[in-house]
């Protein structure tokens, strides 16, 4: 069983960085994949980035790439959304997710989730 609790979103302007932290309970959190997914408001949810295991594998939605960068810290249980060159297209609730082992990029592969953190960018 692992715990997810986002942190981090807030409002920013356009242009501005976040950086989201997501702190995991348990002593295995070294063995998961985790992603970071979002969901605007009448929208679906969509992936957005996920790394693997041990950090060395990430992947990001071509809607992100070159502006957010996912990583992780097995010592301290966390992974982190570093969110850079931020649009109004980005606001949105922003989810971690975990699945053992193998990094995925669909939502229903991810066992575990959390509540949730807003980020809203301004125009």
Known sequence: QVQLVESGGGLVPTGGSLRLSCA???RTFSTYAMGWFRQAPGKEREFVAAINWSGGTTYYADSVKG???????????TVYLQ??????????????A???LKVAG???E???W??????TVSS
């Open 67 to 77: 502006r957010f960068t996912i990583s992780r810290d097995n010592a301290k249980n």
């Open 106 to 108: 669909k939502g229903y």
């Open 83 to 96: 969110m850079n060159s931020l649009k109004p297209e980005d606001t949105a609730v922003y989810y971690c």
């Open 110 to 112: 991810y066992d575990y």
């Open 98 to 100: 975990a699945r053992p």
């Open 114 to 119: 959390g509540q949730g953190t807003q980020v």
């Open 24 to 26: 995991a309970s348990g």
